[in-house]
């Protein structure tokens, strides 16, 4: 910070260290959420829960080819290993996905340690926030929601759930941690 002096007062200038910040720009985004989408891209949306909600697994979305036989399928092993509620979506499905995530303002923590979806069991270690996770060949960007926020702010992700089959499955994860959910019903599962 520099000083101007004049005769009646003392007036701080703050100096712009960076064009980014002094243009009201929104800052750079992770490097694992501008990196390409490959099959190793993989995203996790996770809350454990209090002893009222008795939801506890994690949705994860992983990239698959338009031939895999897994691609728009839901997956829940119910086992102690139990990764979650997984699912297969293509890369561009991905990229949309990612895309929404990166307009985001949730304060993206990037590391370039590539991390692997611990069994849900395992992942207990953010209470107090909805925890998402994205992966990729770059590293693992992490974000939180608050809890105050989080139906309001997972809304918008609804939208870019390709089939109506896996925007319920993301529907059922929110309504089993108590958000309201206008048009869900829960015994209405698509089948595709």
Same mark, same amino acid.
């Given at each position: 910070?520099?000083?101007?002096?004049?005769?009646?007062? =003392?007036?701080?200038?703050?100096?712009?260290?960076?064009? /980014?910040?002094?243009?009201?720009?929104?800052?750079?985004?992770?490097?694992?959420?501008? *990196?390409?989408?490959?099959?190793?891209?993989?995203?996790?949306?996770?809350?454990?829960?209090?002893?009222?909600?008795?939801?506890?697994?994690? $949705?994860?979305?992983?990239?698959?080819?338009?031939?895999?036989?897994?691609?728009?399928?839901?997956?829940?092993?119910?086992?102690?290993?139990?990764?979650?509620?997984?699912?297969?979506?293509?890369?561009?499905?991905?990229?949309?996905?990612?895309?929404?995530?990166?307009? *985001?303002?949730?304060?993206?923590?990037?590391?370039?340690? /590539?991390?692997?979806?611990?069994?849900?069991?395992?992942?207990?270690?953010?209470?107090?926030?909805?925890?998402?996770?994205?992966?990729?060949?770059?590293?693992?960007?992490?974000?939180?929601?608050?809890?105050?926020? $989080?139906?309001?702010?997972?809304?918008?992700?609804?939208?870019?759930?390709?089939?109506?089959?896996?925007?319920?499955?993301?529907?059922?994860?929110?309504?089993?941690?108590? =958000?309201?959910?206008?048009?869900?019903?829960?015994?209405? $599962?698509?089948?595709?």
């Amino acid at each position: 910070m520099q000083r101007l002096w004049s005769k009646c007062c =003392c007036i701080p200038i703050i100096t712009c260290l960076t064009a /980014v910040a002094c243009l009201g720009q929104p800052p750079k985004h992770t490097v694992v959420l501008n *990196s390409p989408v490959d099959r190793t891209t993989a995203v996790s949306f996770f809350w454990f829960g209090d002893i009222e909600s008795h939801w506890r697994h994690p $949705m994860n979305f992983y990239v698959a080819d338009a031939s895999d036989p897994r691609l728009h399928t839901v997956f829940l092993d119910h086992g102690p290993a139990s990764k979650g509620v997984e699912t297969w979506i293509t890369a561009r499905e991905m990229q949309t996905l990612i895309d929404k995530l990166a307009q *985001s303002n949730y304060g993206w923590q990037d590391s370039k340690t /590539v991390e692997h979806f611990k069994p849900w069991q395992k992942r207990t270690d953010g209470h107090d926030t909805f925890d998402i996770t994205v992966i990729s060949a770059k590293g693992t960007a992490r974000a939180g929601i608050r809890l105050a926020r $989080m139906c309001d702010e997972l809304l918008q992700f609804d939208s870019v759930m390709p089939t109506p089959r896996l925007r319920w499955q993301f529907q059922t994860l929110r309504w089993d941690d108590g =958000c309201a959910i206008a048009g869900y019903d829960n015994e209405a $599962m698509p089948k595709e």
